[in-house]
């Protein structure tokens, strides 16, 4: 699992973490969930700032 940030404005991808090992499916699911969560809150700051 390799993990990427892409920066603000930005076209470049950075990497930020990986891992040599494969991930429960329980982890999977969590960080997707999670990853989810961070997306919606910044949909809904990018709308409060139009």
């Known amino acids: 699992m390799a993990r990427y940030s892409i920066l603000k404005e930005s076209q470049q991808v950075f990497q930020a973490k990986y891992l ?4 429960t499916e ?3 699911r969590r960080e997707i ?3 989810k969560e ?3 809150l910044q949909q809904k700051e990018k709308e409060n700032q139009q």
Do not use: S
């Open 26 to 28: 329980e982890e999977l």
């Open 38 to 40: 961070i997306f919606l």
């Open 20 to 23: 040599t090992y494969l991930p």
């Open 33 to 35: 969930e999670r990853q």
